[in-house]
């Protein structure tokens, strides 16, 4: 439970001020790989982006968020990637990939393209990293300058609990919020593997809780649970789905 708490009040925190999704990117990397952002969210990736000029003071940044991903790759193989960025997509692949050898950063993936520069993913700074992860595409976390391994670690473990859909065994395998954004109304089409009881909560991006959208036995299948929005405060929000065991986080954004 204290785990839980600590991811979704990870989330808010990190949400309040940053971007509530992330631009795609489509490209290629240095090695000419073909990439899709958002396919690769959508697929249960968690994603960090390190943006460099390459510079001195960019190596400790890097080298920290390195060494917080590669922890990662036997407990999860393949599902957390580090992407190495130049700034402004004005150095070569091939200086890029030295400094990266050198500094020892051997895994991560190095991209120079003018579409994933960091001007397109908020205020610029030098280092900056993003922390991206589940299927609304969200940011959780999001560094400039320095690093800190305990929060880019805590944000990565949020991404991935938010990013589970699709496991074998999985209680959820798909969960979506629409209209995108809601006004008076909203409909959560919730997909169980089994019946379970569930309890769906809608939280502020304080954690405060706001209102028990439901509280109860779902049977297999999918489900529609409604919500009625009208009288909440427009805004963004995190809707939090539990059985007492599994945990996912989805974001609801309410206009009036």
């Known amino acids: 439970m204290k785990k839980h708490l600590l991811a979704f009040a ?6 309040l001020g940053a971007a509530q999704t992330a631009p795609n990117y489509t490209g290629a990397d240095c090695a000419g790989n073909p ?16 943006w460099v000029m390459p510079c001195p003071p960019c190596v400790g940044p890097s080298l920290t968020t390195y060494n917080v991903v590669q ?13 190495l960025c130049d700034d402004y997509a004005n150095t070569s ?15 991560a993936t190095t991209f120079s393209d003018p579409s994933l520069v960091m001007t397109n993913y908020g205020t610029p700074a030098m280092p900056k990293m993003m922390v991206l992860g589940g299927t609304d595409h969200a940011t959780y976390y999001s560094a400039k300058v320095t690093v800190d391994p305990n929060t ?22 798909d969960v979506s919020i629409h209209p995108v954004p809601a006004t008076d109304q909203a409909w959560i089409d ?9 309890m769906i909560d809608l939280h502020d991006l304080s954690g405060k809780a706001v209102q028990r959208i439901h509280n109860g036995p779902l ?14 405060p427009a805004g963004m929000y995190v809707v939090r789905i539990t059985d007492g065991t599994e945990l996912t986080y989805r974001h609801l954004i309410i206009t009036h």
Do not use: F
């Open 10 to 15: 990870l989330i808010a925190t990190t949400l």
């Open 35 to 50: 990439h899709d952002l958002y396919a690769e969210l959508d697929a249960g990736k968690v994603l960090v982006l390190m």
């Open 71 to 83: 922890s990662y790759q036997s407990s999860h193989p393949d599902r957390v990637r580090m992407y």
């Open 93 to 107: 692949c091939a200086a890029l990939n030295g400094w990266k050898n050198i500094n020892g950063l051997t895994n």
């Open 152 to 173: 880019l670690q805590s944000a990565i473990n949020a991404a991935l609990a938010a990013t589970s859909i699709g496991e074998p065994n999985a209680l959820v395998s």
């Open 190 to 198: 919730i997909t169980l593997s089994r019946t379970t009881e569930l």
């Open 219 to 232: 049977p297999p299948g999918t489900q529609r649970i409604e919500l009625t929005t009208l009288t909440i």
